[in-house]
Structures are given as C-alpha cells and as structure tokens.
C-alpha cells in the first residue's frame, strides 16, 4: 500500500519547517506552563492575525481544546446546539456530555451546515426548570463534510447568538482550509462575524501535536479557561513545544499554503471523477480538502485493498477521501487511476449479474 493515503488528514507527517522549530525550541532550559519566549511569540502572531484583543490558550488536541473551552462559559444545565454529525456530537466519545456536563442538541442539517432557523427552533421551554437552557451553539468549519461555511452565513449564527444570549463556538480543526477556500483574512471569519470562542487546529495542517483555544475578543469564559484546561488534562507543562509550532506554522503564511494546496489537491481529486459521472456521484461541493462520493459497493473493499480511505455513511456507500498538506499530484492520479480501473470494472459485473 502506498506510503500517502487519503484516509484523513491527520494521517500525515509533520512539516519540515515545524520539526525545525521543534528542534530549535529542544535546546536549553526554558520556564514551564506557558512562560516561554516560544508561547508568546506564538501568541504575539495570534493577535497579529486577529487583533490585539485576542487571547490565545494551547491545548494538546483537538477534543480537548472544544471541550474545555466549552465546559469554561457554560453551567450544566445548559445545552449545545449542534449540526447532527458535529465532530463534538459523533467523533468525541461523548467528551463534553461526560466533562462538561450538559446536553448536545445536534439538529438534523442540509450540507453538514447549521442555520440560524435551526437555532430559533430549539429556543423553547427557557426559563422552564424541567428543561434543559440552550447555552450555545457549535458549527465546524469546514463542515464535517467538507463545505464551508460563508462569512455572511457565520455573521447571521452570529447575530443569532447574540439575540438569544448563546455562546458562539466554532470548531476549527480545519479553519485554515476554510479561509484559505473563502480567500478571506481570519479577521474577518471569526472577529467580524461575532464568534467567541474557536480551536484553531494544528495537527491536520502540519503540526506534530497540539491545538489552539481562541477567543477573538475578550469574553467572561476567558477568566474560567485556565482552570477548566487544567481540570480538563489540556495544561501541558512544556508549552514551548507547542508554542514553537504555532509560531512557526503562523510565521510567513505557512498555515495558508499548506491549506491552499491541501485544498488545491482535493479540487484535483474531483477533476479526476468527473469522467466516471455514471459510476461515482460526488455528494457534497468540495470546497475545501475533503471529498465524499458515493462508490458502487461492489467496489469498496477492493479499493480499500489497494488504497486506505473510510466509508463515510455504510448505508449509502458514501466514502471520504481526504488530501493533506504533503498530498501531490501524483499521489492524487495515482488514487485515482486505481478507482478508475476498480469502479467501472465493479459497476459493469454488477449489471452483468442483474
């Protein structure tokens, strides 16, 4: 099998650039928890690209970062209001319900993205002790499902937060991608369209580990964070190594270009299928490095022989394939000559045995 799949972005290995600040933060001593020349020039570069008002918390992955930035601005009575296939829902073993303890509402949604109807439909039964209080909403961006959420889509979650009172979370394991296909500044996806409290994922995008709690603004949370990241098992006591790679993955716009061209190659991937129409229908727009298309199911297994990738939905073989910073072009023909030569074959047996 060969060495660079499409299973999932995390799959990848680290950029070169971020294993030499690796390297360079190894040497000497330097202060624990965060009291580092590292930290804060990564912080510095988080305000840089969002304003001086940010505030930036590093966390050792993703799950946690949501979870105890949520678990730090709501009660346990409160609830979370969700897409239905929110990573925080279906992908965190029940992390938030367990730690935080409240409720997820997860909302059944078209192209993996919350609206603002959806929320005005779950504000009901406030004020009534026998119900649950709805405390926040969660979007990922991009979606679960690869879409991207608009800045005026965000700006109208965001206005409906604000009229309700309700924290606006946003998950952003793959934020860069976002931005990158949007080809908007993170000024303008996270502080103009009023989201309080974001992760900024690392790890998808080049990193070896770690993750990034941001609030693009001062929020009451902010005061909480330090010890729910500290109840939560998130404080890591060698920061610098998570403050270098931030640094080094902010400094010059690398963030970007590995995204862009992750998303360049998931584009690709989909140029390549589109000849095979009859056979695999892409079910959501590509929009950033995430592709999901419906492969005949005689197919599937033996693909996945070849080729590492999940099944995304069983019920209606729909497959995820996903690019990465380190994905070529020749990577993505090679893929996809082998679901050329797999496919069709299966797709022609089938209706032979029909």
Known sequence: MPDRHFASDNNAGVHPAILAALAAANDGHSTAYGDDEHTQRAEEAFRALLGPDAQVFFAFNGTGANVVALAAALRPYQAIICPA????????????ERFGGGKLVDVPVSNGKLTPDDVERQMHGIGDQHHVQPGAISVSQSTEVGTVYTVAELRALGDVARKHGLLF????????????????DAGTMLVETGVDVCTFGGTKNGLMFG????????????????YTRKQG?????KMRYAGAQFA???????????????NAMARLLAARMRDLDDVIEIVY????????PVLPPQAIEPLQRERRFYVWDHERHIARWMTSWDTTPEDVHEFADAVWRIAPRQKTAATSNA
């Open 211 to 226: 993750e990034a709690i941001v609030f693009p603004k001062h929020h009451p949370a902010v005061d909480a964070l330090l």
């Open 169 to 184: 979370h946003l998950d952003g394991a793959r934020i860069a991608n976002a931005i990158a296909s949007l080809g908007v």
């Open 233 to 237: 098992m998130q404080l890591t006591s």
């Open 285 to 292: 727009p590509v929009e950033a490095n995430g592709v999901f």
């Open 248 to 262: 080094a993955l902010l400094h010059d716009g690398l963030w970007l270009k590995n995204a862009a061209h992750a």
């Open 85 to 96: 296939g929110a990573h925080l829902a279906v992908d965190e073993c029940g992390a938030y």
